[in-house]
């Protein structure tokens, strides 16, 4: 038996020694991966922004419309145009020199600039999907009991309208999953729910009334859970700050709720609740990307803008972004960073005057 400390060996077959590594070493570290700053940058654009764009078309529109005068151009472009621009300046916005960037690029190079965005954007709703997979069933769940049959954390199988929790959560507002032959034909399929059928959990209370269909719509305590959970920190769903790293929000500079962040969280938790395995915009049973467009097309829509707005404020100012005003905030009264600002501003306006004289 050796006894090196350079591990053990055997001859190979040309009469080489071949050394094994030693289980009590190290052994050499491994180079450090470096990640493109645009990879980063695009998840936070993916959840706050736009979730489901394709990219290269966007670039490349995007730069096109830059070389023809940008904001000058917007006159003739059509709605859905504006939209696509205002995504681009975002992005830009998003990114600190990604406009000079592109514009310095060749063809080949926009191509792997998007690739790289879309890998940023992929793995965000990746990570949000397997996050909020285990973590929704801790929401559903009634305190100090248990769902039955139970519904394991890591399996969706029993999920969707196959349980009788997540089915009436997901069936459509209007619908009564309380009747017997409603639920029966969800079960098996009957009734086909398009995406932009909504589901009653995007309501308060899970209480929707066809007479005033905003009262209470993307309000529900379970969206402000999962909101929680993707953009501040998971433990702060219990308003218990355990997380010592920053959340999304903060991380990207995030004050204030975007239409589209509500949007991408609804999307997240209507897919979390149903029994899909895999996340794919082109999947015609969950239509996740219809369900998130009819959403934004109802945000920005114009003429249901004061009600939109009501909904941002009730976000901003009640549930993630308390600290959010659009007005100037002024320093306490008689404070010490006010006396410092007033001793500030008098010394400024006696030098001011002494140079004038």
Same mark, same amino acid.
């Given at each position: ?123 965000? #709703?990746?990570?949000? *999907? ?7 069933? &801790?929401? =559903? !769940? ?5 769902? @039955? ?120 938790? #209507?897919?979390?609740? *149903? ?7 082109? &999947?015609? =049973? !969950? ?5 998130? @467009? ?64």
């Amino acid at each position: 038996m050796s006894n090196s400390g350079e591990g053990d060996s055997s001859q190979t077959a040309t009469g080489q020694k071949r050394i094994y590594p030693s289980a009590l070493e190290l052994g050499p570290r491994k180079k450090p991966t470096t990640q493109d700053p645009l990879v980063h940058r695009s998840r936070h654009f993916g959840r706050a922004v736009h979730a489901f764009c394709n990219v290269p078309t966007l670039l490349t529109n995007g730069i096109v419309l830059l070389s023809e005068g940008g904001g000058d151009t917007l006159e003739s472009l059509t709605v859905d145009e504006r939209k696509e621009f205002a995504a681009f300046r975002e992005l830009l916005r998003a990114v600190p020199g990604l406009e000079s960037r592109l514009l310095a690029s060749s063809e080949e190079e926009v191509v792997e600039i998007g690739e790289l965005i879309q890998k940023g954007i992929n793995g965000a #709703r990746a990570d949000d *999907t397997k996050g909020m997979k285990g973590a929704i069933i &801790d929401w =559903i !769940t009634p305190k100090g009991q248990s769902l @039955s049959p139970h519904i394991p954390r890591n399996v969706k199988s029993g999920r969707g309208f196959n349980h009788e929790c997540t089915g009436a959560l997901l069936c459509p507002a209007g619908l009564d999953w309380t009747n017997i032959q409603t639920r029966t034909k969800l079960m098996n399929g009957e009734i086909q729910v398009p995406g932009d059928q909504w589901p009653v959990f995007l309501y308060a209370d899970y209480s929707y009334d066809p007479e005033d269909p905003w009262n209470g719509l993307l309000r529900s305590g379970l969206l402000v859970s999962a909101y929680k959970h993707i953009f501040t920190s998971p433990s702060s769903v219990d308003q218990e700050p355990k997380a010592t790293r920053s959340g999304n929000a903060r991380i990207h500079g995030m004050r204030c709720m975007t239409k589209a962040s509500i949007a991408y969280v609804a999307t997240q938790t #209507r897919f979390s609740l *149903t029994s899909a395995q895999v996340f794919s915009r082109t &999947d015609l =049973i !969950t239509d996740s990307e219809r369900f998130y @467009s009819s959403i934004m097309e109802l945000l920005d829509d114009p003429d249901e803008s004061d009600e939109v707005d009501q909904l941002i404020t009730w976000w901003n100012s009640r549930q993630i972004f308390p600290l959010y005003t659009t007005t100037e905030r002024l320093p306490s009264k008689n404070s010490a960073l006010a006396r410092i600002r007033q001793k500030r501003a008098a010394y400024k306006e006696l030098h001011d005057t002494h140079r004038d004289s």
